[in-house]
């Protein structure tokens, strides 16, 4: 008996060695052909949540990012330069967005990062990327505080310079929200809640502050928690507080059952949100009673710039399995960026990656200008988007429709 | 207008819900002393078994008929996953250290969860669930769900039929008396190893019966849901007294209704609008777990923990 085990034992262990050696080689191996840096094969990393509750959008951004590598290999936009995507799974968790940081930044062909999606894991890998001067691009955090400091409402400091976004910021997003509820929607009675996420948080405080200043009236606040699927008692305090709306900070895992189940506690009011919700599981999870329900998102809706069409014909010939969703033609504009950057470098280095490649496409990052899929394509001294056009979508037959685009203005 | 009847309404329904989960732990502990950590992912099966069924229904089938088969569905996959486990995870683990079927049942958890997840169509994000049509109930100042009826009933129904059997049949006998001391039980004819196989088994049955409650309340059901859901029912079992059978439901609905009151009233307390959203009603169903064990370490209506120790 003891022997029958030992011997199960062994072959467990063997089983799992095996496995490990053959992932071992395999990582060597897609490395081995090009570690001289000399042209060859730059790699491209992406970052985003591919399993879990916010895989939707976590896998448009990888598709998107995948396609903009296709698009630049087809064209042979850097000569001599192949790129190629290397994407890792952070699942949301910041801890998981730092080992996979380490993980690129130990890879020396990576030569700039896609993503993540989420602030809070941006904190986690902001630091890590920088001390290696390795460029990244997110396509979806809208933190002030990634790229303007802590203490940005105040002084404004750039953090970090290998960071960048595509995206544009709560700072503008939660305010852009405010004035449409107030002076268009005619809301004047808000219940405003939270997942207390760095995302979240942000977005329900700036929305808070300007909705105040124009003269509306906070009747209620609520934090939620981020794994919590009965918000029955939160619903009945929205309803007994007599809120004509409800802003909701946070992401559709939980915006979604949240709008349903404050509209089942008998409070007929839409539920506000920003970029964090839109996206079509949203409908699925809030079901039919969603209608009129709105969400704010960054840039002009990517179906109607022309700009935009070519990659969403692009996005459905690859023939993907999932949709671009949210933040696709951001994801598409930011990998862009990281090609754009790395031609600059390979064009002034006399059509070869020079020795300290990750360093000067950082630096060729500040510079990089272009016309991307989400209109134009630049950044500000700070690493923001100088792009900060935002539109509002309203739920209708249970889709996204937008309704009105402007930019904000302060 | 006065909340408390809404609020406690809802804590009522959390709570049954966190009950029926409970029972599988509460009833796995009192016979073989494991915390199956994997409950509350054979409760996830349950919810994924039932969905099955219903996908496999001719579109448009009436709840009336759709339900019951739900039902049927939810129990079978659950229980097949549970009487698995127990047989050929847990069994051969049985005279082993208590620490080795624990970490069995953490990696079993993570191990169905991961299995869900890749294999069961388009269940990387959340799948809606099939929902019983016909509006909300109004009972005074009460507004209970469609979805929830279910709850009503099911909870109730379920506990009665489980003190039916424990307490009236042959098996039932059998169990109590494994539970007492499993040796002479077995001295005295009782057919242990399947005793135990029905332990798992009806624990899975009553988890199966609430995840197709989950799945009509909330409308969705996703391979992560038996993780917080699954922790909280045990804390319900520990609550109640672990062990107990009705200890489980008791304990379930006093840690929903805590929960809801916590989100719903601290905030009014003067100075503690900070501490009274519902991020923090997990940490006052804690307070309230610790305050139960410090008076009453046996749970509120736990027995005989000490001669286990």
Known sequence: MRQRSLIAITAALAAGALTLTACGSRDSGDKGSDSDNGGGTVVIGVDAPLTGDLSAMGLGIKNSADLAVRNANKQKLVKGVTFKIESLDDQAQPSAGQQNASKFVSEQDVLGVVGPLNSSVAESMQKVFDDAKLVQVSPANTGPALTQGPDWQNKKVRPYKAYFRTATTDAIQGPFAAQYVFNTAKKKKVFVIDDKKTYGSGLAATFTSEFKKLGGKVVGTEHINPDAKDFSAVATKVKNSGAEVVYYGGEYPQAGPLSKQIKAAGAKIPLVGGDGIKDDTFMKLAGSEATGDLATSVGAPVEDLPSAKQFVADYKAAGYKEEYSAYGGYAYDSAWAIIEAVKKVVDANGGKLPSDARAKVTEAMQGVAFDGVTGKVSFDEYGDATNKQLTVYAVKNGAWVPVKSGTYTG | MNELPQQLVNGLLLGSMYGLVAIGYTMVYGIVQLINFAHGEIFMTGAFG????????????????ALPLMIIGAVVVAVAIAVGAERFAYR??????RLAPLITAIGLSLALQQAVWAWYPEAKSARTFPQISGGPFEIGSVTIQT??????????????????????????????????????????????????MIAFALGAAFAAVGAVAYGLKYGEINFRMGVILGLKAFTAAVLGGIGNIYGAMIGGVVLGVAETLATAYIADIPGMDKFGSQSWADLWAFVLLIL??????????????????
């Open chain 2, 50 to 65: 039932a969905l099955t069924v219903w996908l496999w229904l001719p579109g448009g089938t009436t709840m009336w008929i």
């Open chain 2, 92 to 97: 051969p683990l049985r005279n082993a250290p």
């Open chain 2, 147 to 196: 979805g929830d009826i279910f709850l009503v009933c099911a909870a109730p129904i379920s506990m009665a039929v489980l003190a039916w059997f424990v307490l009236k049949t042959r098996t039932g006998r059998g169990m109590q008396a494994t539970a007492q001391d499993p040796d002479t039980a077995k001295l005295m004819g009782v057919n242990t190893d399947r005793i135990i």
């Open chain 2, 292 to 309: 139960v064990l410090l008076f009453r370490p046996q749970g509120l209506l736990g027995e005989r923990v000490a001669d286990r120790a």
